[in-house]
């Protein structure tokens, strides 16, 4: 399973019109997703015009798809009010920046406008070595090419431990999809924001399992149904 995978079965599944996608790239992912309403935040789009209208010949429900080319801070300060009042969030793909404060204040702003039954999909929650959870600046200097999941397993910590309103696990696929619905968490952890701030990715090679709440794909279809 991978991430384009579980969100067009959510959104199949339960008829999910109103999706939101936080850092977009090129629209791999957004271009493909079958909802009506579709808000697409990113400082730095990486597709022309030519692409979208391909994209919206090919695929008509990419018609109504709004852009937003800032980071998603600014959005939610200038936009988010306006474009969801009376319109809830159904499903969201957080994938902007990959650092644990960015990523935390992604999933808080999603989660005011997020929809009852809704879902949000955090990417590159489960990072892949200790190179691919470097920070932005260790990253920047790495060879071209090295994957980067940053620190977001830090943003699923510091949820699981300070969120009694939201259920959170990942599952163990696609560099780790973070699930984040509205619910009472069946555990929690006990951790300081200051002491999530200061694990290393050692600490998480030796805890992933309890401290990522990891979940097979069979677990995450059951808990679905899809
Ligand atoms: C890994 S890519 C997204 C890939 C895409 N979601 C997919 O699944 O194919 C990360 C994107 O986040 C964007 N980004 C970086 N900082 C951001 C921010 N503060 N707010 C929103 N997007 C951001 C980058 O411009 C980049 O396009």
Not at 47 to 54: E, N, Q, V
Not at 94 to 123: C, F, K, P, S, W
Request: with cysteine; net charge neutral; charged share 25%.
């Amino acid at each position: 399973m991978n991430r384009l995978q579980l969100i067009k079965s959510l959104v199949k599944k339960r008829n999910y019109k109103h999706y939101l996608e936080i850092g977009v790239f090129n629209g791999h992912i957004l271009f493909r997703i079958p909802s009506t309403l579709k808000i697409a935040v990113d400082p730095s789009f990486r597709f022309t015009w030519l692409r979208k209208w391909g994209k919206t010949l090919l695929k008509p429900h990419n018609l109504r798809n709004r852009y937003y080319q800032k980071t998603s801070d600014t959005f939610f300060v200038e936009d988010a009010c306006r474009i969801f009042d009376g319109k809830k969030i159904h499903i969201a793909l957080i994938d902007g920046m990959h650092e644990y404060a960015y990523a935390l204040r992604d999933v808080e702003n999603t989660l005011q406008y997020l929809d009852d039954n809704g879902v949000i999909i955090m990417h590159d929650c489960n990072p892949v070595s200790a190179d691919a959870a470097a920070t932005f600046d260790e990253w920047q200097t790495k060879k071209p090419g090295t994957p980067w999941n940053g620190d977001v397993w830090k943003t699923i910590m510091h949820l699981r431990c300070n969120r009694d309103d939201i259920r959170v696990f990942v599952i163990d696929c696609d560099h780790g999809l973070g699930i984040i619905t509205k619910g009472v968490p069946d555990d929690m952890l006990s951790f300081t924001p200051e002491q999530v701030e200061e694990l290393t990715y050692a600490h998480l090679e030796c805890n992933r399992d309890k401290w990522l709440n990891l979940k097979s794909v069979d677990y995450a279809r059951t808990y679905f149904g899809i």
